[in-house]
């Protein structure tokens, strides 16, 4: 059973820094082939993909408000090729909200904001 397990985020005042970590347990022994990427779910607002990476860790995408700020990246030191790390830099109140972990096999399932492993979420809120 694939589980996604978040970590990081936290409180930070607008031009602050946080980094989320997420490890993936459970992935058949060709890890290889899973999209791993970054929601999130501000305050009566709707889910939205932020970030992703694609299962070489060679490509990624981003959402246009987190452009040139946020960097997703895989783990290079774990030979299992299943922790991604999201770093956030010059955060604004706007980026607040619950950030999810996700995994699919198929880059299409996060453009339908349907993937279909998900993380528990970790909250990052960050203040004027």
């Known amino acids: 059973q694939i589980k996604l397990a978040e970590s990081g985020g936290g409180s930070v005042q607008a031009g602050g820094s946080l980094n989320l970590w997420c490890v993936a347990s459970g992935f058949p022994s060709n890890s290889g082939v899973y999209w791993m990427g970054w929601f999130r779910q501000a305050p009566g607002k709707e889910r939205e993909m932020i970030a992703a990476i694609e299962p070489n860790g060679h490509v990624t995408t981003y959402a246009t408000p987190v452009k040139g700020r946020f960097t997703i990246s895989k783990d290079a030191t774990n030979i299992f090729n299943n922790t991604i790390l999201l770093q956030m830099n010059n955060l604004k109140p706007e980026d607040t909200g619950v950030y999810y972990c996700?995994?699919?096999?198929?880059?299409?399932?996060?453009?339908?904001?349907?993937?279909?492993?998900w993380g528990q979420g970790t909250q990052v809120t960050v203040s004027a």
């Open positions: 996700a995994a699919t096999q198929d880059y299409h399932s996060f453009l339908q904001k349907d993937p279909p492993y």
